[in-house]
């Protein structure tokens, strides 16, 4: 792994069959390093593999440290594990116990979320500690657990960290299961790579366990490097899970601190998790790097100049004209090369930001969306329609069929995913913190489409993207047939069910 050197197929296969025949052999530390390594070289084992490891974990969840199940979820998030309900319920109630049993939980938050970590598995535990905390705590000693022997080095190069050690990482060691006390900053370090495999995993863990994982982190972010820090953030607005205000601040500040060391990449992924959770950017810092953005805007790649656009009007960037025509004349040259996703937020971000490019602009930019319609989801043909809309530009005949045609298609297979409990989800139009990474480097690691068990109000926010599509083909003059008619309505019908049994149920 330290080497990024990935054996033949034939190897990995003999490796892994000998890995699997002695699964039961294995200890926590041995099979949590294994897997990250495995994930590092987005290698993906056989399914029989990755079922003995889960079932050999799910057994062994009380043996493992913090740092195994950091490396832990991190390989087995991208070695292609498929998300089991049970196995990250389970998981969770690990980490959860770990928190607890080694008093970094700042006790307000403690009491305030604690009887909502899965009281059945976990109430005797954080009663006990509750006994234990003042009453009339204000605020937690998150740094009392700190060790005095220094800062732990970074798990890895994860989540967009390019500075920390892999080698250094396999050479660290483990620490011991069992809930034993652990200097807070390499607690908040696990939670922070835990988090992020989450994301890229798709999966939303429930709020008290995101509260309760964030307030440990916020007491360390202090003592958390700029570049862990923008992961963080990222993670964050992968989740769509916003901060609160005083721990963004605090975050933004370290990073800002440390603004001219960060790379470009790292810098554009802060403004864009920023800008995606509608979180308070101070307006000078916003103007310097949008500013500066703009002055090198050609070494940049195409996926930071769409995620800058992006931020800049979802902060609402109040952009002087020569800084949006120079944009628009930018990217009229890298349309071409944009995937089909980019293309849809470049146009919805210069609508958001009040620029209407010139009619050449826009017949190059539906030019360039045709041949990737397919690739889009329904809330992005949505967001294209509403966008043009807004724009008075009716788009040619071709791009029109095809928007008709795969949203057709979205809307039909819509309520069978519904009543699966499965989100459809587009793996283009969301980019995780790998991905955004691995863009630059030219790979595009694959992600699951589908995300389960978690309800983050998707029906709901369906119902908004419809209205928006039949509202923006009215604006255009676009008749859709009755098949597309009947299409929208059962979309329609099974979203207005959905949300009416679950608001009556509330």
């Given at each position: 792994m330290l080497l990024q050197f990935v054996p033949s197929s034939l190897w990995l296969e003999d490796y892994f069959a000998a890995v699997n025949s002695r699964l039961r052999d294995f200890r926590p530390a041995e099979l949590a390093h294994l897997c990250y390594a495995a994930g590092k070289l987005r290698v993906a084992p056989h399914s029989s593999l990755l079922g003995g490891i889960f079932r050999h974990t799910s057994i062994n969840f009380r043996?493992?440290?913090?740092?195994?199940?950091?490396?832990?979820?991190?390989?087995?998030?991208?070695?292609?594990?498929?998300?089991?309900?049970?196995?990250?319920?389970?998981y969770r109630v690990r980490v959860c116990a770990l928190l607890v049993e080694s008093e970094v939980v700042p006790p307000p938050t403690l009491q305030r979320w604690g009887p909502h970590l899965h009281p059945n598995a976990l109430g005797p535990l954080v009663k006990a500690r509750l006994r234990e905390v003042p009453q009339d705590s204000s605020r937690g000693d998150v740094d009392a657990?700190?060790?005095?022997?220094?800062?732990?080095?970074?798990?890895?190069?994860?989540?967009?960290?390019?500075?920390?050690?892999?080698?250094?990482?396999?050479?660290?060691?483990?620490?011991?299961?069992g809930g034993a006390t652990a200097p807070a900053v390499a607690i908040a370090t696990d939670l922070?790579?835990?988090?992020?495999?989450?994301?890229?995993?798709?999966?939303?863990?429930?709020?008290?366990?995101?509260?309760?994982?964030?307030?440990?982190?916020?007491?360390?972010?202090?003592?958390?490097?700029?570049?862990?820090?923008?992961?963080?953030?990222?993670?964050?607005?992968?989740?769509?899970?916003?901060?609160?205000?005083?721990?963004?601040?605090?975050?933004?500040?370290?990073?800002?601190d440390s603004y001219d060391s960060l790379g470009r990449q790292h810098r554009t992924n802060a403004l864009w998790a920023a800008g995606r959770l509608r979180c308070a950017v101070p307006r000078p810092h916003l103007w310097m790097i949008l500013t500066r953005a703009a002055r090198e805007l050609y070494e940049h790649t195409d996926a930071e100049v769409v995620a800058l656009l992006a931020a800049a009007a979802g902060l609402h960037f109040k952009a002087h004209q020569q800084w949006l025509?120079?944009?628009?004349?930018?990217?009229?040259?890298?349309?071409?090369?944009?995937?089909?996703?980019?293309?849809?937020?470049?146009?919805?971000s210069l609508v958001d930001l009040g620029h209407k490019p010139d009619r050449i602009w826009l017949l190059r930019w539906a030019e360039a969306l045709k041949p990737g319609v397919a690739e889009l989801g329904l809330t992005h043909i949505s967001s294209a329609a509403y966008a043009v809309a807004r724009l008075g530009f009716r788009p040619p005949a071709g791009l029109r069929a095809e928007l008709l045609?795969?949203?057709?298609?979205?809307?039909?297979?819509?309520?069978?995913?519904?009543?699966?409990?499965?989100?459809?989800?587009?793996?283009?139009?969301?980019?995780?913190?790998?991905?955004?990474?691995?863009?630059a480097r030219g790979t595009s690691?694959?992600?699951?489409?589908?995300?389960?068990?978690?309800?983050?109000?998707?029906?709901?926010?369906?119902?908004?993207?419809?209205?928006?599509?039949?509202?923006?083909?009215?604006?255009?003059?676009?008749?859709?047939?009755?098949?597309?008619?009947?299409a929208y309505l059962g979309c329609l019908g099974a979203s207005l069910e959905y949300c009416s049994a679950h608001l009556f149920s509330m």
């Open positions: 043996q493992y440290g913090m740092r195994e199940l950091a490396l832990l979820l991190y390989g087995l998030v991208h070695m292609g594990g498929e998300l089991n309900p049970d196995w990250v319920r389970q657990a700190q060790s005095s022997s220094g800062e732990p080095s970074p798990l890895g190069p994860l989540a967009g960290s390019s500075e920390a050690s892999g080698e250094r990482l396999a050479q660290e060691t483990t620490r011991a299961g922070a790579v835990i988090l992020g495999s989450m994301a890229d995993w798709l999966y939303q863990p429930p709020q008290a366990f995101m509260e309760v994982a964030l307030s440990v982190v916020g007491g360390s972010v202090q003592r958390l490097t700029a570049t862990q820090l923008t992961g963080l953030l990222l993670t964050l607005a992968h989740m769509e899970y916003r901060p609160e205000p005083e721990m963004f601040q605090a975050i933004w500040a370290r990073v800002m025509l120079l944009f628009e004349s930018h990217l009229f040259k890298r349309l071409p090369s944009f995937k089909p996703f980019e293309l849809v937020s470049v146009l919805q045609r795969v949203s057709a298609q979205r809307m039909a297979a819509a309520p069978a995913a519904s009543r699966e409990g499965v989100e459809l989800r587009s793996t283009s139009g969301q980019q995780s913190s790998e991905q955004m990474n691995a863009a690691p694959s992600r699951t489409k589908l995300r389960k068990g978690v309800d983050n109000g998707g029906e709901f926010q369906r119902i908004r993207v419809l209205s928006r599509l039949l509202w923006s083909l009215a604006m255009l003059d676009i008749r859709p047939d009755s098949e597309w008619l009947a």
